[in-house]
């Protein structure tokens, strides 16, 4: 006599997870006021668990007669807990960040080249 064996599945349950990339600038003037911002880069659907990736940079430029001016760079995007996914969001992160920074690079040259 055989005996056959069904075997059942029973699904498995994936969260799914909508999380928002989000991104911050900070300036701080020669006067010393400070300015902040932050936007949205919209939201993403992640199946699974997630891991947040964070790059920022922060810089110190000097305007000349003794004055400097400081900002700050940064942006935390969700990804997908996946070596290529993570990496992939890096660069996606890091790419955003070094285009904010030459263009607060570029305000600011704009900025020292009107006081020379």
Known sequence: MAVTVKKKTAPVAVETTVQEAQAIISKTMPDGSESSSSESLGHELIAGPIVKIEVSVGLTRNMGDYESIKFHVGIT?????????????YTSAKNWVDEKV????????AVIGNKT
């Open 102 to 109: 030459n263009e607060m690079n570029a305000e600011i040259d």
């Open 77 to 89: 995007m969700p990804s997908a807990m996946d070596a290529d996914e993570i990496e992939e969001t």
